[in-house]
């Protein structure tokens, strides 16, 4: 089942900040994050694994909350280099399969 | 990170015929994943390829359609069988997953006609 992400898109100036949120009706092992680049394969950003731990790649970072079955991540100070689309992904307790969010569209314009 | 090498890059197929799509891993790996990509739209697992054993399909997707060959630990091929305009997407294989990063190819652009 594919979890739901939120918003669709955001448009940002340079050194503007933004979250990207993403939930699950089910309970998670871990949850991945990806941004894809137009005609580009995705790229692995970061996974967050149950715990409730925090993590950060560059100026993006991310938290996970276990009982809540949510993720977000934060992208603080946006760089024009942080334009393309986010992709959560989770893996479920029950199957340990990882499942795409819708993806969420980033737009950083100076 | 395991290197993934994808071909063809991409392709222009007729209605009706088959296509062929190799991945190769500079390592091995025990479990391989293939991924479609509608227009615009988000991954979504085909099916997984497991060395020795027949590859497992996701909900709507069958065998006949995308049969999947994984003859060693390093190779798999992915077939687009008897293609139609809905097929055109994106293809990628993948290796990790679970509590590992999941590495892509860099796709196989598929445009049926």
């Known amino acids: 089942q594919q979890p739901v992400q939120s918003p669709q898109a955001v448009i940002l100036r340079e050194g503007e900040d933004a979250v990207i949120n993403c939930s699950s009706s089910?309970?998670?092992?871990?949850v991945h994050w990806y941004r894809q680049k137009h005609g580009e394969a995705p790229v692995f950003l970061m996974i967050?694994?149950?715990?409730?731990e925090q993590k950060g790649h560059e100026k993006i970072s991310a938290s996970f909350n276990e009982k809540k079955q949510q993720s977000s991540l934060y992208l603080t100070a946006s760089q024009l280099s942080y334009s393309g689309t986010y992709f959560c992904?989770?893996?479920?307790?029950?199957?340990?399969?990882?499942?795409f969010g819708a993806g969420t569209t980033v737009t950083v314009r100076a | 990170s395991a290197v993934i090498s994808q071909k063809p890059s991409r392709d222009i197929c007729q209605r009706g015929t088959s296509l062929t799509i190799q991945c190769q891993v500079d390592?091995?790996?025990?479990?391989m994943f293939w991924y479609r990509q509608q227009p615009g739209q988000s991954l979504t697992l085909i099916a997984t390829?497991?060395?020795?054993?027949?590859?497992?399909?996701e909900s709507g997707f069958v065998i006949d359609k995308f049969p999947i060959s994984r003859p060693n630990l390093t190779f798999s091929t992915l077939t687009v069988s008897n293609m139609s305009p809905e097929d055109s997407s994106i293809y990628l294989c993948?290796?990790?997953?679970?509590?590992?990063?999941?590495?892509f190819g860099n796709g196989t652009r598929l445009t049926v006609t």
């Open positions: 993948s290796v990790g997953g679970g509590n590992s990063p999941l590495h």
């Open positions: 089910k309970a998670l092992y871990s």
């Open positions: 967050l694994l149950k715990g409730g």
């Open positions: 992904g989770t893996v479920s307790s029950n199957d340990y399969k990882l499942s």
């Open positions: 390592s091995q790996v025990t479990m």
């Open positions: 390829a497991n060395q020795g054993s027949e590859a497992t399909y």
